[in-house]
């Protein structure tokens, strides 16, 4: 069974920031691409970053660059997101993601004055 659990969210000011943990179990983690998307209310969800198998690889909507990080660490099972310079518009929910069917059951980042 997939399982992908996230962590690290939280409430932050303006310009903050944070990082996200995601803890893979039940597949081969390092075998597969791995994705950070995210869930704002009344939105549709929405890719943050998505980074290759063997982490050498990364990809990021126009609003991540530059603020945003995603990396692995496969010895451990582990995807993270660097989050700086929050932006009110980054309050989400955050998921992690395995394709477009696995998610986990999120983190909430909330950015706020």
């Known amino acids: 069974e997939v399982r992908l659990e996230e962590s690290g969210g939280g409430a932050v000011q303006p310009g903050g920031s944070l990082r996200l943990a995601c803890v893979a179990s039940?597949?081969?983690?390092?075998?597969?691409?791995m994705s950070w998307v995210r869930q704002a209310p009344g939105k549709r969800v929405e890719t943050v970053a998505h980074i290759n198998s063997g982490g050498e690889s990364t990809k990021y909507e126009e609003f991540a660059k530059g603020r945003f990080t995603i990396s692995r660490d496969n010895s451990r099972n582990m995807l993270y997101l660097e989050m700086n310079d929050l932006r009110p518009e980054d309050t989400a929910v955050y998921y992690c993601a395995r394709g477009p069917t696995n998610r986990g059951q999120g983190t909430q980042v909330t950015v706020s004055s």
């Open positions: 039940g597949f081969t983690f390092s075998s597969y691409s």
